[in-house]
């Protein structure tokens, strides 16, 4: 492999492990501050518990998100200089915004509820949770707005002299249209990822409570299924919705990329929705397929009806615009990401119901091959995610910036193979070192069972920490 396919693998290998941590933060950042809310209204000890008990594991997972990110700003440097010397003036401005005032937003309240546990007046320490959690969405709405200029540049020149493109309106930036619907829909699937996360984890410790602990613990953790599931539900049907919406303006903006993910190569009207095709050796032709009719022109242009242009016809308009050239995608990985994307999301949704189902009555417990399946409830959303932004990064190839410029160009021009691979590897070893790390404090915290306090014992302040 040369440099470019290394820096892509890099790249790639990187934003997906770190994009790992960012859904469960955003997504459980909010699920603390919800319980934590709880407590302050309450007063009752075991929403405080519970409180304590998902902040622990939210800092271990917000920790690990910070660390991983960072490496990602390098490497624009390192092994993407002409790209970010392209896109440095449209870029700096929303990455600054979210370094300078979402993460120290998150950070510095995040330290004020961590340090906070009866020393702040309790309005306070409450706000500071809820603060961090919108920090989290401010955070993510910039990064967001600068991957979407990417999809669908917006609001800038093109100065010739410099081989620049410099931000013109940086209004328009923020209220892309892509940008505007890629928010709720990644953030309805962090949701779904925080939902599982803690539905996952509470029906394990039901499941516990037979042997140890009993029904104080049940009733501990009772209240974290309802919320999980009923978290899961809702961010589903949002899932769905924006996904919905966003279907129609990729299609609008990106036309290659819907008929990359149906591999749809003639213009049709109507175009089916295949769930599975098994096509040619060479991917040009459909062998066997199960297809929903008319399903790709609802989802394409919101009639039944709708025609949807083939991979042929745009990648013929292309090479007018654009000149020689191949405009198609990876096929094959716009195919499948898309529907493992939906399939893993359902998944998630459908454990949500059945859970919601088995404890409907008080005293009802999930079977044990439900909890089995929970255990891996955390990792079906994390894995939907990943295909989706694999979806969408892929998708936009051969374009980095979508029709300004090409990934081929966008490679630092003086980094060599050797050195893409090296750093490649080392941070690879170094990131798989970090999640032995994380998921072995996920699980130490997580089988952690919070410890009602005695009515006589004086509340340490540090309990929180430890």
Known sequence: MDAIDLARWQFGITTVYHFLFVPITIGLSALVAGLHTAWYRTGKVKYRQLTQFWGKLFLVNFAMGVVTGIVQEFQFGMNWSAYSKFVGDIFGAPLAIEG????????????????????????????????????????????????????????????????????????????????????????????????????????????????????????????????????????????????????????????MKMAAAEALYETSQPAGFSLLTIGSLDGQREVWSVTVPHGLSFLATGTWSGKVEGINNLQAAYEQRFGPGSYKPNIPVTYWTFRLMILFGLLSALVAVIALWYIRKDGRKPSRWLVRAAIALPLLPLVANSFGWIFTEMGRQPWIVFGLMQTRHGVSPTVGAGSVLTSMITFTLLYAVLAVIEVLLLLRFARTVPQTPRADAPEPDTAFLY
């Not at 306070?124 to 969405?137: D, E």
């Not at 401010?138 to 540049?153: C, D, E, G, K, T």
């Not at 328009?172 to 699937?189: C, I, R």
């Not at 516990?208 to 613990?217: F, I, T, V, W």
């Open 100 to 255: 300078l005032l979402a993460f120290f937003l998150e950070s510095t309240f995040l330290g004020l509820w961590i340090f906070g546990w009866d020393r702040l007046p309790k309005k306070v320490h409450l706000a500071s949770i809820w603060l961090v959690a919108i920090g989290t969405q401010l955070s993510a709405y910039f990064i967001l707005a600068a991957n979407s200029w990417m999809q669908w540049p917006v609001g800038y020149t093109y100065n010739r002299a410099s081989g620049r493109a410099e931000l013109q309106d940086f209004g328009a930036v923020l209220t892309n249209k892509v940008a505007l619907v890629t928010f709720p829909h990644t953030v309805a699937a962090c949701f779904l990822t925080g939902g599982a996360f803690m539905l996952g984890i509470a029906l394990w410790h039901l499941l516990r409570s037979d042997k140890h602990g009993g029904q104080e613990r049940r009733e501990l953790f009772r209240p974290c299924v309802k919320l999980g599931a009923i978290t899961v539900l809702v961010a589903a049907a949002a899932v769905f919705v924006t996904g919905d919406i966003q279907g129609k303006i990729m299609t609008e903006t990106q036309p």
